[in-house]
Nanobody, 124 residues
Framework: QVQLVESGGGLVQAGDSLRLSCAAS????????MAWFRQTPGKEREFVAA???????YYADSVKGRFTISRDNAKNTVSLQMNSLKPEDTAVYYC??????????????????WGQGTQVTVSS
């Protein structure tokens, strides 16, 4: 069993930056993927970024060039640096871990464990 705890959400203005962090516990080794998704009320959970176990990084087109995902295997953490935030980035952000072989990192169903979410609100 893996436990994920996100932190770093908050209320910011458009153009500001935020850094989200996610700490994973209960699992050793680095052969798993870590990702960020986000969700707004009434909408499907949306892929944001992923870091595969082999080190390949994926981004949604909507955040490419503004967000940066990173991971620290020694600390079992994954972070999401969010710059140039826009009101449309407002959402609950979730950290996810996938321990199985993943073919499509953008699919929520590919991940096995989820954090409780952290709210990010960007005002205009």
């Amino acid at each position: 069993q893996v436990q994920l705890v996100e932190s770093g959400g908050g209320l910011v203005q458009a153009g500001d930056s935020l850094r989200l962090s996610c700490a994973a516990s209960g699992r050793s080794g680095n052969n798993y993927a870590m990702a960020w998704f986000r969700q707004t009320p009434g909408k499907e959970r949306e892929f944001v970024a992923a870091f595969s176990w082999s080190g390949i990084i994926y981004y949604a087109d909507s955040v490419k060039g503004r967000f940066t995902i990173s991971r620290d295997n020694a600390k079992n953490t994954v972070s999401l640096q969010m710059n140039s935030l826009k009101p449309e980035d407002t959402a609950v952000y979730y950290c996810a871990v996938g321990k199985s072989a993943i073919r499509d990192y953008t699919l929520g169903s590919a991940y096995d464990y989820w954090g409780q979410g952290t709210q990010v609100t960007v005002s205009s």
